[in-house]
């Protein structure tokens, strides 16, 4: 994935913003930075005007807005971008050509959070999950329950978020793996995942679309800390499967204490660990941002024992990756693997750009 960072752009943007160092009273000089981390679509996927998620949340961060509002309003740049097939509108289907959403937010100083899961029809499930957290005295809402909630709340339901590259997409998927020559479940389970990742392996699905998923988090001058995750989640998945993205603990956790950390890949491998909190808690020991998260990842390795998801060293054979924020802004992307393509995107006062995440288990 190519690294899209436009210096230009950017300071262009905060320019307009009155956020450039000449002429930016408005950067708060304190002791902390404002910092927004993301997985690598916070900084790839744009909205029509050029800006990116990572961008949008940092201007808004700097210019005083509640940072879970900076940071959904980032997000919804992804969710709504067709070209992301991962997240949102667009975001490739489950085993039967429906697109189903998950995403949980956590407000740090206000210890609030909310998630929705396999809600349809909404293209910004972020903003129905933050919903959950404002207005209701629940943490999760589900399928039907969290549509008629997004519904009764005013947002729009639609009555199928596919767009025609992620329709083709799943019927390709279809042709390859037709049910009638799988009646045993567990080949066709088999077969689904073996031709997804030849579908990968072909670069007809960029690998991180896949599972898919962006996580965002972000800090103010304040040490003010929240985070949001947001995802179509596996590709082909078991209708109605949930994954760990709005799962709090898992595919985030944000404690205002201390920091936050957030997920994308392997859904399964994470809920096993709720790496996310224990990452979280790895911080409060005292961790930097990189050691509490190859923490995190040891623990999810140790309990990879399942042989059909190891590779020939005996290793995982997938990919988790969490985002990890400290509340004085250090940061890290960690991953089991690493390597070319593999970035994790921050923006703070030196601008958006993508740093590489560092692999436990080296590069891929
Ligand atoms: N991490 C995204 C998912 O597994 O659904």
């Not at 002791?31 to 993301?38: E, L």
């Not at 078991?238 to 859904?267: F, K, Q």
Request: with cysteine.
């Amino acid at each position: 994935m190519s690294n899209r960072f436009n210096r230009r752009r950017f300071l262009q943007t905060t320019a307009a913003a009155g956020l450039t160092a000449a002429a930016a009273p408005a950067i708060p000089r304190t002791p902390r930075r404002p910092v927004v981390i993301a997985s690598a679509n916070g900084l790839t996927s744009t909205n029509a005007e050029g800006v990116s998620c990572i961008e949008a949340a940092f201007v808004k961060i700097t210019e005083g807005a509640d940072v879970l509002d900076a940071l959904i309003a980032g997000v919804n740049i992804v969710e709504l971008d067709p070209n992301d097939a991962s997240v949102g509108y667009g975001g490739l289907p489950d085993a039967d050509g429906v697109v189903t959403l998950d995403s949980c937010c956590m407000h740090g100083p206000k210890r609030r959070a909310g998630g929705v899961a396999c809600l349809k029809g909404v293209r910004t499930p972020s903003l129905v999950a933050q919903a959950v957290a404002d207005i209701t005295d629940h943490h999760l809402l589900v399928d039907e329950g969290a549509q008629r909630f997004a519904r009764n709340m005013g947002f729009e339901i639609e009555d199928d978020l596919n767009t025609d590259r992620s329709r083709a997409l799943w019927l390709e998927w279809k042709r390859r793996t037709d049910p009638e020559h799988f009646p045993d479940p567990e080949s066709r389970a088999e077969a689904g995942y073996r031709v997804g990742l030849q579908m990968v392996a072909e670069g007809k699905i960029d690998p991180e679309h896949y599972y898919g998923t962006i996580n965002c988090s972000g800090v103010n001058a304040s040490g003010d800390v929240c985070g949001v995750t947001t995802t179509s989640g596996l590709a082909w998945k078991i209708p109605g499967r949930v994954g760990d993205s709005p799962i709090l603990g898992a595919g985030l956790y944000v404690d205002n204490d201390v920091g936050a950390a957030g997920s994308t890949g392997r859904g399964e491998a994470n809920l096993y660990s709720l790496a996310s909190f224990l990452t979280v808690e790895n911080l409060r020991q005292g961790m930097h941002p990189k050691d509490a998260g190859m923490a995190a990842l040891q623990r999810i390795r140790s309990y990879t024992v399942d042989a059909r998801l190891l590779n020939e060293a005996g290793e995982p054979a997938f990919n988790v990756n969490f985002y990890v924020l400290a509340k004085d802004g250090a940061h890290a992307g960690v991953a089991f693997y690493g390597g070319e393509g593999r970035n994790y995107a921050v923006c703070d006062n030196n601008g958006p750009r993508h740093e590489p995440i560092e692999g436990l288990l080296g590069n891929d």
